[in-house]
């Protein structure tokens, strides 16, 4: 199941950062379009961690699940955030985008983890 989420969010990081360079560039300032192209490659960052969690998961055949939810959703916590930030969203989002990217990292740690035992 992993490696197929990781492969969609992989998809849409693409989708998004093509977006972000040729639908939103006319609209955006550089700064924002910073953020939104920021906000595009960690998706893909969790896209790819989510791809490596399925294939190892089916390689160790062990349980690999709470690391794929904690990629996933720091994936879309950090990005989502970061894009509506890019888009003039309200500015306290910027509190929480810090969740989801822990929660990536708790992701990775945990994948890590699961490999080395």
């Known amino acids: 199941m992993w490696v197929g989420v990781g492969a969609t969010v992989c998809a849409l990081s693409v989708l998004a950062g093509a977006f972000g ?7 955006l300032d550089p700064a924002s379009l910073e ?9 893909m960052y969790s896209g790819f961690g989510l791809i490596a969690v399925g294939l190892a998961g089916a390689a160790m055949e062990k349980p690999v699940g709470p690391a794929g939810w904690s990629l996933l959703a720091g994936g879309v916590i950090f990005s989502g955030t970061v ?7 309200p500015r306290w989002l910027g509190a929480v985008t ?4 822990v929660l990536m990292i708790v ?7 699961q490999a080395l035992r």
Do not use: D, S
């Open 21 to 27: 360079a040729h639908g939103l560039k006319a609209r």
């Open 35 to 43: 953020l939104w192209e920021t906000a595009a490659r960690y998706f």
């Open 83 to 89: 894009a509506i930030l890019a888009l003039g969203g």
């Open 98 to 101: 810090p969740i989801g990217g």
């Open 107 to 113: 992701g990775f740690v945990l994948l890590a983890w």
